[in-house]
C-alpha cells in the first residue's frame, strides 16, 4: 500500500532514528531463516554452511560461516575501512561479480586470531539477540537496506543524516557540511537528538557545539519523562547509543565490535520501552527507524546494490554501496512479522521519508538525495502498510544477560577514537568550554586526566 | 654500557621510575606463534610469543563440535599462566586446543589474541577460482611446507565440496571428483605444496564475462593421515 503525500501526513507525526553501529545483516538476523522458521526472510540458509557460497578463502584455507552461540568482546575490532570493504566484497573477475568472500583474508590480513571460526563469519544465535529477533516478530523488517557507502562509520553516518558526505572514510576531523538538523532548523520544523553516552556522533562536527550545549540536544535518560510528559513532540528525534569509540565511555552500548551486542539489545529495549510511553495518540502517529551504521567488517551473503557512477563529495566514486545492515521500522503502521524484500533501500532512504512527511510545501529533501532515488532507493513511507494504526504490542519481559566487563577509559588507537578525542579537545579549548564541563561531566575525566 | 655513575641518585630513580611505569603502561603483542597448527594426537607444538605488558598465556581445550571463536570471556577451569614478555613453551597435544595469550598494561583495555591446534583435522584447502579459458576455471592453492601441518601428517582422503565436478592435481598424482565424492588417490602424500584444482563452466556465458557462472571459491577437504 503507498500511501498519498496528504494520507503519509496526516498518518505521521514523529519520526524516530536510532542508529547503532557496525553489524551486518546476517549477524544479527540471519539466524531468521537458519532453522528455518523464517524463510521468508533473506538470512543465512542452513544447516550446511560449508557450500560454495558461503565460504571464504583466504590464504589458502577455506572457512565458513558460524553460528555464535555465546555473546563476548572479540579480541579486536573489525576491519571496516573502505579498502577493507573492497576484499571483502571480493569482485570476482571470472563472473564479473562480487562474491562476498574475502571477510577470512580482510580479517586475518590485519592479524586477526587464527582459529577455525573467525569472528567475522560468525552470525548470532537468536537467544544472543532476543530484542531485536523479538522487534521482527512484532514489526517490519527490511532485508534490502543497504549502509550507502562500501567503507566506515563516517561517511555513512553522514550519507544518513545528511545524504552526502565530505568524507570517504572515517576521519580524525569531519569538515563542516551541512547535515539533517540544519535542514530541519531552516524549515522551521522542531528535533531534538538524545544520546545515552558523553557524546553525540554531531560532537565531532564543531558546528554543532553551540547547539550541543542547548537543549536540544539531551541525554537518553530524559526521553522517556519527555515523551511521557510533552504534549507536542519534535517532529524528528535522533536517538544515540553510548559509543565505544568515545574515549570517556564507561558503558558503550553501541554494537561496535569488540564490544558483545547484549548491551545494545538492552539499550534498544529500553528505547522501545521509552516509546510506549508517549500517549496513545502521539505513538499512534510515531515511526521508529532502527538501523545499523554500516557492517563493521561482519560477513554478509548478499552483494551490495549498484550505484554506477556515484561520486561522494570528495569526489571518491563509489560503485556500489555498502553491505546490508539490519533495518527495523517500528510503528503502529507496520504489520508484524513481516520482510519488505522486494524493494531497496539505504540510509538515505531516512530523509526521503522526512521530506515526504514534513517537508513545507512538499519538495524532496535535497538534489543528493534524489540522486540516490534514481539508483532505486525507496522511501521509508513505502513500508507502512496499515492504513490504520494498530496497538503497540507491550514491551517483552526480557533480560539480557551481558558478560562482565571491566572498562577503564580507553586508548586512543583508532580513526574514530581519535576523531572524538579530537572533537573533546576541541571543546574543552573552546568558548563553550564551561557550559560543556556543566553539561557533560564525563569531561572533568579528560580535563583532568 | 654507558655508565649513569655521575648522574645525581634522585635523578636516576626518577628516570628509573619514569622507565617503569613505561614498560608497565605498555599492552601490546608483538609476537605470538603456535607451530606446527595441525598435528597428530601425542605430537608437541611450539608456542612462542613477545608481549609488552603483564602477561598470560592459556591452553583452552575444544570439544568436538564446539566453537573456537576468541572472545575475551575465557571458559572456567582454562589453565592460565603468568609468563615473561617473551618465552617459548612446547605442549604436547591430545586434542584441538585454543592457546590465548593476553596482556595488559596500566591503562585500556587487556588485549588478546588467540592460535588454534587442530589435532587430526584440518580446514579444507579453498581458493578463489580464476579463467583458465573460455569455459574453464582453476585455482591453486599452495600449502607451506610444514609450518602448518606437522611431519608426520600425510594425505589420507579428499573430498570435493563444490557442487560441480572438479579434477585435482597435487604431488604428480591427478583425479576427478564428482561433487561430494571422496577419494583415496592422493593417499599418503604430503599435503605441502602446490594443490591445482579445476573446473569447467556447465552453461551460461564465457569465462570473464558477467553472469558467467562461476563459484566464489573451489574448495577440497583435505583428510588428513597419520602416520608414524
Known sequence: ?449 | MKDLGHLPPALLRVASAFLMVGLAGCASIDQFIVSPTTVCPGEKVNVSWKTCGTTTLSQVPIQPGQSDECLDSLPVGSNTMSVPNSGTVQREMAGANVFYVETSGWFGKPIHQCKRVFVNQALPLSGIPQCSGPRGIRTVVSRPAGAEWSGQMGVGGVQNLNQVRISVRHDGRVASLAPNEISAAFRTSNPAGEWIIESELQGGPDCGQAGASVPPSLTLQVLPLCQN
Open chain 1, 1 to 449: 500500500m503507498a500511501l498519498t503525500i496528504s494520507e503519509l501526513r496526516e498518518a505521521v507525526g514523529t519520526i524516530v532514528i536510532l542508529m547503532m553501529e557496525n553489524r551486518s545483516f546476517d549477524n544479527i538476523l540471519g539466524h531468521l531463516s537458519f532453522n528455518g522458521s523464517r524463510a521468508d526472510v533473506d538470512g543465512v540458509r542452513g544447516p550446511n554452511l560449508s557450500v560454495p557460497a558461503y565460504v571464504n578463502s583466504a590464504n589458502g584455507q577455506g572457512y565458513s560461516p558460524f553460528l555464535m552461540k555465546k555473546d563476548g568482546d572479540l579480541d579486536r575490532d573489525l576491519p571496516h575501512d573502505k579498502d577493507s570493504v573492497q576484499k571483502q566484497l571480493s569482485f570476482l573477475a571470472a563472473s564479473q561479480s562480487y562474491t562476498m568472500t574475502g571477510f577470512a583474508q580482510a580479517y586475518l590480513d590485519q592479524g586477526g586470531s587464527m582459529v577455525a571460526d573467525l569472528a567475522p563469519l560468525g552470525f548470532l544465535d537468536g537467544s544472543l539477540v532476543p530484542v531485536s529477533s523479538w522487534l521482527a516478530e512484532n514489526f517490519t523488517i527490511c532485508d534490502r537496506w543497504f549502509s550507502s557507502l562500501p567503507t566506515s562509520t563516517h561517511p555513512n553516518k553522514l550519507m544518513a543524516l545528511a545524504g552526502k558526505t565530505s568524507v570517504d572514510d572515517t576521519a580524525t576531523f569531519v569538515p563542516r557540511q551541512d547535515t539533517l538538523l540544519d535542514w530541519l532548523t531552516a524549515r522551521n520544523i522542531d528535533w531534538r537528538v538524545y544520546h545515552d553516552g558523553a557524546f553525540s556522533f554531531f560532537s565531532v562536527m564543531p558546528q554543532y557545539w553551540p547547539l550541543i550545549v542547548g537543549d536540544k540536544f539531551r541525554r537518553f535518560n530524559r526521553l522517556q519523562g519527555d515523551l511521557h510528559n510533552d504534549t507536542i513532540l519534535p517532529k524528528v528525534i535522533i536517538i544515540e547509543p553510548a559509543y565505544g569509540d568515545s574515549p570517556l565511555e564507561q558503558h558503550p552500548n553501541d554494537n561496535h565490535p569488540p564490544l558483545a551486542v547484549a548491551f545494545g539489545e538492552n539499550f534498544v529495549l529500553q528505547v522501545y520501552r521509552s516509546l510506549l510511553s508517549a500517549p496513545p495518540a502521539v505513538l499512534s502517529r510515531t515511526v521508529m527507524i532502527a538501523i545499523h551504521d554500516e557492517h563493521g567488517g561482519y560477513w554478509d551473503h548478499v552483494p551490495p546494490h549498484p550505484t554506477p557512477g556515484y561520486v561522494s563529495l570528495t569526489g571518491h566514486k563509489f560503485d556500489t554501496t555498502g553491505l546490508r545492515v539490519p533495518a527495523f521500522v517500528v510503528s503502529p503502521l507496520v504489520s508484524p512479522r513481516r520482510v519488505v524484500h522486494d524493494l531497496v533501500f539505504d540510509h538515505t532512504s531516512m530523509l526521503q521519508f522526512v521530506a515526504e512527511c514534513f517537508a513545507p510545501g512538499g519538495g524532496s529533501y535535497s538534489h543528493e538525495v534524489d540522486l540516490r532515488e534514481g539508483f532505486g532507493f525507496s522511501s521509508v513511507s513505502r513500508v507502512l502498510d496499515l492504513s490504520a494504526p494498530r496497538t503497540m504490542p507491550p514491551a517483552p519481559d526480557i533480560t539480557v544477560t551481558a558478560p562482565i566487563t571491566l572498562r577503564q577509559l580507553r586508548p586512543v588507537q583508532t580513526d574514530g577514537q581519535r576523531a572524538f578525542a579530537h572533537a573533546i579537545d576541541g571543546m574543552l579549548s573552546s568558548p563553550y568550554r564551561a557550559e560543556m564541563l556543566a553539561k557533560i561531566p564525563e569531561l572533568y575525566a579528560w580535563d583532568h586526566g
